[in-house]
């Protein structure tokens, strides 16, 4: 038998890795893109125009809050210890009325989370708050 000397003449066969990788690297540069660009499930709302007024509000009980705290409501300042006092006034009259506030920049979160406490011991279902406050 004849052994097989491996000289200066024959090569090995081996595999260049190299291109192997590179093609895993931009794959996973692709998908880290990709994965950064997809929009995550949700609700999509269409807010109206600010310009627009809101044609439920003339059957809405609607208080306002200004930039320094006050609180309006028909068009008179209120105190926030009679808002439960009003707004149950107001519910007695139609208790399917929706509840409205609207604040102005500057008013504080205090001043709303109290208004709307307010009207939620007077009997108020679902109090619409400004989207400034969701957030």
Partial sequence: MRKRNRGANEEEAEIDLTPMLDVVFIMLIFFIVVASFLKEAGIEVNRPDKSQSDPSDATSIVVTITGDDQIWMENRRIDIR????????????DPEQSFVVRTEPGATSKTLIAVGDAAREAGVLAVNWPEEAKR
Avoid: D, F, G, I
């Fill in 82 to 93: 009679a808002v439960r006092a009003n707004v149950a006034k107001l519910l007695a009259s």
